[in-house]
C-alpha cells in the first residue's frame, strides 16, 4: 500500500513568486492536513481538508491557501513568498476527519525562498 | 492560547540508558494527545492516548497520560542508536484541530 507522496521535494523560488505543492494521501484516505515546520517551531497547522471540503485553518495569512480533489489529492499555494516561508512543508492523510486520529505523514517537501 | 510545551528541548544519552520525555498541555476541550517519532521527515506515529492512568506500550517504549496534571510521559527503556531522533507530542483539542509540541531531540551514544 503506497504512502503519503509529496511533490517536489526540493523548491527553491525567489521572494514574490508562488508555489504549488501537491500531495497524494494514502489510498482510502480522505482527510489531508498541511503543516509548516521550522526549525526550533515544531509543527504548525495551515489546513485540513476532508472530502473536498476545507474544516480547519491554522493562523496563517491568506497568502497560504489549498484545495482537495475528487480523488482525495490535495494541493497547497502560497503567493507571494517571502523568505521566512522557507521551511519543511508536511501533509498528512487519516482515514477519519480532525486530528484525533492517527496520520500518516509524507516525506515534505522542502522550500527554500530566496 | 492553546499550548504544548515539551521538555526537554534535547536529550544526549548512552546507548542502554532508560529516558523519559515529557509533554505538558494547556488545551481546549482536550480529546486526545499523540506521539510521533521524526527521524528525518516524515514524523511516525508511536501513541494516542485519551484515558488517564492507562499506560500504551510498544516494545520498548510506553507513554502514559496524566489528565488532572496535564501531561504526558514517553518512557524509552535499553536505548538503542536507532532511537535517535525528534519526539513530537501533539494535542488533539477543539474543532478537533491538534497542537504540537516543538518535540525533544533525542540523540543516543554508542
Known amino acids: 500500500k503506497a504512502g503519503v507522496t509529496q511533490t517536489p521535494r526540493y523548491l527553491i523560488k525567489t521572494r514574490g513568486q508562488q508555489v504549488t505543492l501537491s500531495c497524494s494521501p494514502i489510498?482510502?484516505?480522505?482527510?489531508v492536513s498541511w503543516y509548516q515546520q521550522t526549525p526550533g517551531q515544531g509543527l504548525q497547522f495551515l489546513f485540513e481538508y476532508f472530502s473536498e471540503t476545507q474544516r480547519n485553518k491554522g493562523n496563517f495569512p491568506g497568502r497560504f491557501s489549498g484545495r482537495q480533489f475528487s480523488n482525495s489529492r490535495s494541493e497547497m499555494n502560497v503567493s507571494t513568498l517571502e523568505l521566512g516561508d522557507s521551511a519543511l512543508y508536511l501533509c498528512?492523510?487519516?482515514?477519519?476527519?480532525?486530528?484525533?486520529?492517527?496520520?500518516?505523514f509524507g516525506q515534505g517537501t522542502r522550500l527554500t525562498v530566496v | 492560547e492553546d499550548k504544548v510545551v515539551q521538555s526537554p528541548l534535547s536529550l544526549v544519552v548512552h546507548e542502554g540508558d532508560t529516558v523519559t520525555l515529557n509533554c505538558s498541555y494547556e488545551?481546549?476541550?482536550?480529546?486526545?494527545l499523540l506521539w510521533y517519532k521524526q527521524e528525518k521527515k516524515a514524523p511516525t506515529f508511536l501513541f494516542m492516548l485519551t484515558s488517564s492512568g492507562i499506560e500504551k506500550k510498544s516494545g520498548r517504549l510506553s507513554s502514559i497520560l496524566d489528565k488532572k496534571e496535564l501531561f504526558s510521559i514517553l518512557n524509552i527503556t535499553a536505548t538503542q542508536t536507532g532511537d535517535s531522533a525528534v519526539y513530537l507530542c501533539?494535542?488533539?483539542?477543539?474543532?478537533?484541530?491538534?497542537?504540537w509540541g516543538a518535540g525533544t531531540k533525542l540523540i543516543i551514544k554508542p
Open positions: 489510498s482510502g484516505h480522505r482527510s
Open positions: 488545551v481546549t476541550n482536550f480529546r486526545s
Open positions: 498528512a492523510s487519516s482515514l477519519s476527519a480532525g486530528g484525533n486520529a492517527e496520520a500518516f
Open positions: 501533539a494535542v488533539c483539542g477543539s474543532n478537533y484541530q491538534l497542537i
